[in-house]
């Protein structure tokens, strides 16, 4: 299918490496937090949130640190499959406003 | 299946027409968003619903796009006059009760073409 990640920033990691997959946001004011994953023909998928009044929250393999000083968010992936091959949205959302995307992070899984 | 339906899945159409996207949210979910993505770049907001009524509007273009949720469930994104411009997939996504937490279940979406 068509490829999502067209013109996106890339990044390749080594099967059973970890990723790390970074974003910076523009809204001070938002409650959460979130990663989407984006297959290739497919519509995005929720990975993991974190609510701003925490720097950290871990999931299955995956965890989400924020730093609201410089509005950083990032994305860890611990030992990266073939099947994390994806594009990478973080977004920003709160109460029960619409969900903003940012930019995507295109991640190549290198067998 | 229990997932948001969307159809068609793709739609060609000349320049000039008019367009219904339909969009079948997931049961029980009051939220219903319309997102536009074109090649290479994210999501792009559109219109939120909660219930019935458009909570929010602010990223619909311009007038030829109208979106409608008479029931509370399916929604129809309309495209009056397409534009080569509007070519893009159209993202439905539906979340229990809105964007609190912003977990969104989204549609595998809608992909318009106007020649």
């Known amino acids: 299918g068509e490829s999502v990640g067209l013109h996106l920033p890339t990044l390749s990691v080594q099967e059973g490496d970890n990723s790390i997959i970074n974003c910076a946001y523009s809204?001070?004011?938002?409650?959460?937090f979130i990663w989407y994953k984006q297959e290739s023909g497919k519509g995005p998928q929720f990975i993991i949130d974190?609510?701003?009044?925490?720097d950290k929250r871990q999931g299955q393999r995956v965890t989400v640190l924020l730093n609201k000083t410089v509005k950083h968010l990032s994305l860890q992936i611990a030992a990266t499959q073939p099947g994390d091959s994806a594009v990478y949205f973080c977004?920003?959302?709160?109460?029960?406003?619409?969900?903003?995307f940012g930019t995507g992070t295109k991640l190549q899984v290198i067998p | 299946g229990a997932g948001v339906s969307q159809t068609p899945s793709n739609k060609v159409t000349e320049k000039g027409k008019y367009v219904e996207l339909r969009c079948d949210p997931i049961?029980?979910?009051?939220?219903l968003y319309w997102y536009r993505q074109s090649l290479g770049q994210g999501p792009e907001f559109l219109i939120y619903?909660?219930?019935?009524?458009?909570?929010?509007d602010s990223g619909l273009p311009n007038d030829r796009f109208f979106a409608v949720r008479p029931e509370g469930s399916v929604s129809t994104l309309k495209i009056q006059r397409t534009e080569r411009g509007d070519s893009a997939v159209y993202l439905c996504?539906?979340?229990?009760?809105?964007?609190?937490?912003?977990?969104?279940?989204f549609g595998e979406g809608s992909r318009l073409t106007v020649l």
């Open positions: 977004a920003e959302a709160g109460g029960y406003q619409k969900v903003t």
């Open positions: 619903f909660q219930g019935t009524g458009a909570a929010d």
């Open positions: 049961s029980g979910h009051t939220a």
């Open positions: 974190i609510r701003s009044n925490m």
């Open positions: 809204n001070s004011a938002s409650d959460y």
């Open positions: 996504a539906s979340s229990l009760q809105g964007a609190d937490t912003g977990e969104l279940f």
